[in-house]
């Protein structure tokens, strides 16, 4: 289950990215650089967590 692991935390690391940027636009003047930054950040993340999603493929639920 490592790979379950790593896709919550990249999930929120993801979720973090989208309060920081949530915050910058809610400032009078954002910055731009700044926001098209996080943006790509959070992009890349959504993308290796859709990656890993793929490779591990569908989840196997167990009946106890």
Do not use: Y
């Not at 979720?15 to 954002?30: G, K, N, Y």
Request: aromatic share 0%.
């Amino acid at each position: 289950m490592a790979i379950e692991a790593r896709i919550r935390e990249l999930g929120v690391r993801h979720q973090t990215l989208e309060r920081a940027i949530e915050d910058e636009l809610r400032r009078p003047a954002s910055d731009t650089i700044r926001l098209k930054d996080l943006k790509r950040q959070k992009l890349r993340l959504k993308e290796q967590i859709e990656s890993m999603r793929r490779e591990r493929g569908p989840i196997e639920i167990r009946a106890h």
